[in-house]
């Protein structure tokens, strides 16, 4: 057993101490706690270890609200109150942006207004009949009944996944602004599907290894003031509250401008947000089902000056020989690709507003694009409440936009 002092908390909301001058992670530590843990993993150049007692504990410790918290490994940050979950938000995010000497204007944190039951995402493993996540780096199974941060329409809908009468597989429950329901199973299995296991859950779809058994394959989600299709494979924002925040602040960043680009694009929420201050949006993304729901929400929404691509970013964006005097960019966790990094470097707009869920990937883009573009703004925002994930906006402007 070894007792540690923690002297810093690191980018995935594990506390950082030393045992015998060697770096050791623990998880569910706060800064100057004093622990008793045992080694877990000993590597060559750091440790992971758990903690086994406290000996100092911090003012600031809360009881987590989940009582999976200990061993589900979704959630991280539960062991500290909301406020300084944000402030620990901020703190890395500005760590991260300091080490790729990147200068940044003041910070506007836009938080969740609802922190716990904002999740209209659920994916869950079943395994031998028992529903739940895997424990962290494992595969053993843990059972759940419910999961506090997602809506409570997804709880009550999982207390039936049993009644499907699966013994192996995964099942996805999504929920939209009106608590109804998509289901999408992934099983070899036989499954017992009977609408009636479900009463008081509005299913509107049922989708078992990519085929419609029951109803739709999609929703409609409401955002903003507008109705946008969202297939079962098409991505759309996990947390609604903050993503009503996010879009607005969008908007306010937009001027009245020729043409747009909108680069992985989903369902097309961007393009259209903006597509009344712009003549012109091209919007590109790689799903095939979320272009075509692009292409029935601009009918939906009665917009005619979208144009939705399907492809991959780095084919098809050198394949527009238009110029583009805004550009949106809102990547998966892996950031901008390095060939759309170069074309975004010559063939500049004049306004560029990145949106990320991964301040490392950010940063990494951010050092390259600061030749060309100054960052003017920047905001996080707290899309995933309780975990160490955190979502950003940064508004950049042309250096030079013509050049
Ligand atoms: C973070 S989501 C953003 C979606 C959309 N902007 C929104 O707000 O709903 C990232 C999107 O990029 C798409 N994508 C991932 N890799 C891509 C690629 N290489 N080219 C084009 N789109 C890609 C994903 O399918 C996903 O829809």
């Known amino acids: 057993m070894y007792e540690i002092e923690i002297e810093r908390i690191d980018h995935e909301g594990r506390g950082i101490g030393y045992i015998n001058g060697k770096v050791t992670f623990v998880k569910n530590a706060l800064l100057k706690e004093v622990v008793e843990c045992e080694i877990l993993e000993e590597k060559k150049n750091y440790n992971i270890a758990k903690i086994i007692h406290y000996k100092k504990i911090s003012e600031k410790r809360v009881k987590p609200f989940c009582s999976y918290y200990e061993i589900c490994g979704g959630c991280n940050l539960e062991h500290m109150p909301y406020d300084e979950t944000i402030q620990y938000k901020e703190e890395k995010v ?25 999740r209209n995402k659920l994916s869950l493993k079943i395994k031998n009949g028992k529903i739940g996540f895997f424990e962290e780096n494992t595969h053993k199974l843990i059972e759940i009944k419910s999961c506090p941060l997602a809506k409570s329409c997804i709880n009550h809908c999982l207390k039936n996944i049993k009644k499907l009468k699966i013994k192996n597989g995964k099942v996805t429950i999504r929920a939209n602004y009106n ?40 929703f409609y989600e409401r955002m903003n003031g507008f109705l946008f299709k969202v297939s079962y494979d098409a991505f759309f924002q996990v947390n609604p509250y903050v993503t009503n925040k996010m879009f607005s602040k969008i908007l306010e960043n937009i001027e009245n401008t020729n043409t747009v680009l909108d680069l992985y694009s989903g369902v097309g929420t961007l ?48 394949k527009i020989k238009d110029s583009f005097d805004t550009i949106i960019i809102d990547p ?35 050092k390259e694009l600061k030749n060309c573009y100054k960052l003017e703004k920047f905001y996080i925002l707290d899309m995933f409440s309780y975990t160490y994930h955190v979502e950003c906006v940064c508004v950049l402007k042309a250096i030079n936009p013509y050049k």
Do not use: M
């Open 94 to 118: 500005k760590n991260i942006l300091a080490k790729e000497k990147i200068d940044f204007p003041e910070i506007e944190i836009i938080e969740n207004p609802s922190p716990t039951n904002y």
């Open 332 to 366: 998966p966790r892996k950031g901008i690709d390095k060939k759309t990094r170069n074309i975004l470097l010559n063939r500049k707009a004049k306004k560029l507003i990145y949106i990320s869920c991964n301040p490392l990937t950010l940063a990494r883009d951010l």
């Open 271 to 318: 393009g259209l947000l903006v597509s009344s201050k712009a003549n012109k949006v091209y919007s590109i993304e790689i799903v095939k089902n979320a272009v075509l729901d692009n292409l029935e929400n601009k009918k939906i929404n009665q917009k005619d000056n979208i144009y939705p691509i399907l492809g991959d970013t780095e084919k098809t964006l050198p």
């Open 179 to 218: 608590e109804e329901v998509l289901l999408i199973i992934e099983t070899e299995e036989k499954i017992h599907w009977n609408r009636d296991d479900f009463e008081n859950i509005k299913i509107v779809g049922v989708i078992l290894n990519n085929k419609i058994i029951y109803g739709n394959y999609y």
